[in-house]
DNA sequence: TCCACGCTTCGGTGGTGGCCGAAGCATCTC
DNA sequence: GAGATGCTTCGGCCACCACCGAAGCGTGGA
């Protein structure tokens, strides 16, 4: 009774090729910013941001505002669930098992807007909690002396970055743990690139790390070769 | 892309709160007449109609034409597990365990229509196969000569059945299994209520076993009581 | 054979909701 | 500060679809 107004409005929602769109395309668990889903969904921005709305009032979504960006993630794994089950008798019977994961490349590295995320952006953020760098507090984070030292050794002045919040942590999706984002972050990146210890790849955000990068990393913040 | 539409087809249908009623009336597995669901639904004969054929045609309900009536169910384990799934969603989050489930009484044993359905029924039909008295082929089944006997001694004429199919299987939502429907099924079904071997709950369509019928279920068709 | 009953098909109506452009607000960059 | 970028709100348009009444078809019973 009751009962099916709510598992109609539910269903609906997902109901809708648009809405489905970007669902699907949050099933990995990433979160993805409101532009993108638009661009995914083949919708102005308004539209999407109105779909959006809905999901997340009817609790299918979370959304974390980042700056002027408002990234979009799927609830729970209950929603999760859900979608799957819809996908298993979406793609007629022979239950495929059409699950879907974040490509290997991007799990290993990627950007995360201008900063480094994926295993590898996990492992500088715990190197340096691990070294005592960095204090981890919630959404920020600080640089403790020791991390103060270790970066300017490594090449980044961070007394030069005067903004706020000059570091701040940021959840990775794909693995569920924190990596670090701000001023520092984006610094941390920067270096990297003009170290050569990663490249960029041409067309998606993936990220590799060079041989150099491999040694770099092990010498200045212990991380093993093999994490990378 | 072409996924999300699928997919958003199948939750469309879900999602009018019209099709959820249907949907979740035959959620525990029941095999209801078009008519019935529309007045489950509140609406008018065509507009259910309308809706059924909908829902047969993208593999969410199958029909049986009996007679002048229509019979919808679940078309599959796949089918139930969505809408479970959604149920789940749909009703809130600190998931409160409104399981799209039999519930236990109707699970252990219950009337399929006018049958044996739920543990009990299916306890029935894998014995009878087991003694090689029932041979199941799909969704018939054909009874075998030691089946003959050992129900015309339970005192059950399967002969002075002429109807066709006098014996089918029906799929059994809760087990995933089958159980013996049909005449025959319908037979077994009064059979066991004259010798009171089982007894209905008056406010469900719950069976539950007798102490006699444990015994009897026991010596007559080798069912190991710890089942029942 | 006729009638009763259940389901389906056919037109037509009305409401819901997806969609966009334009304008507004917040945030970041220079 | 000024300009650029990303998201949201507003107003209006249009298509889709749930719904019904009437008529049609098939089955079962008298």
Known sequence: MSNALEVAQIAGLVGEPTRANMLLALGDGRALPAGELAACAG???????????????SGLLVSVRQGRHRYYRIASPEVGAMLEAVMVVAAGFPRPAARFRVAPELQRGRTCYN????????????????????AVDGEVAHI????????????IEVRRMSKHPYCRTCIDWSERRHHLGGAVGI?????????????????????????????????????AGAVL
């Not at 308004?46 to 709305?53: M, V």
């Not at 403790?144 to 090449?155: E, M």
């Open 115 to 134: 900063h480094l995320a994926g295993q590898l952006g996990v492992a500088i953020c715990d190197a340096l909690v691990h070294k005592n760098c960095v």
């Open 43 to 57: 919708i102005t921005a308004p539209t999407a941001s109105e779909h959006l709305a809905k999901l997340e009032q």
């Open 187 to 223: 610094a941390i990146h920067k270096r990297c690139l003009e170290l050569k210890w990663v490249e960029h790849h041409l067309d998606s955000r993936a990220v590799s790390v060079t041989r150099a990068g491999r040694l770099g990393f092990e010498k200045a913040f212990g991380i």
């Open 144 to 155: 403790l002396p020791a991390g103060l030292k270790l970066l300017a050794n490594w090449g």
